[in-house]
């Protein structure tokens, strides 16, 4: 059974800065893709970011200029700089293999003054 462990988390100020990162239990060699997804209150996950097994990135449009992705081996970080309360959610970390996908328990990230 592949697991993910995630950290981080917490909170932030507005404007604030955070960092995730989630280590998987699973080859790199058969990791596909690794990213991460939010749900907030109320509203369906969404896509957050995601690194390839190429290093190819994608984020959503939300969030660009102001996440980063960045990937070693099974581990996978998110950091996250000029926060905004709308950027409240539990996000997940996700793994892609070549065969199935995989979900971490989530953490949560609140941006609040």
């Known amino acids: 059974q592949v697991q993910l462990v995630e950290s981080g988390g917490g909170l932030v100020q507005p404007g604030g800065s955070l960092g995730l990162s989630c280590a998987a239990s699973?080859?790199?060699?058969?990791?596909?893709?690794m990213g991460w997804y939010r749900q907030a209150p109320g509203k369906q996950r969404e896509l957050v970011a995601a690194?390839?097994?190429?290093?190819a990135t994608n984020y959503a449009d939300s969030v660009k200029g102001r996440f980063t992705i960045s990937r070693d081996n099974g581990k996978v970080y998110l950091q996250m700089n000029s926060l905004k309360p709308e950027d409240t959610a539990v996000y997940y970390c996700?793994?892609?293999?070549?065969?199935?996908?995989?979900w971490g328990d989530g953490t949560l990230v609140t941006v609040s003054s």
């Open positions: 690194v390839t097994s190429t290093g």
């Open positions: 996700n793994l892609k293999s070549y065969t199935r996908e995989y």
């Open positions: 699973l080859s790199t060699f058969r990791i596909r893709a």
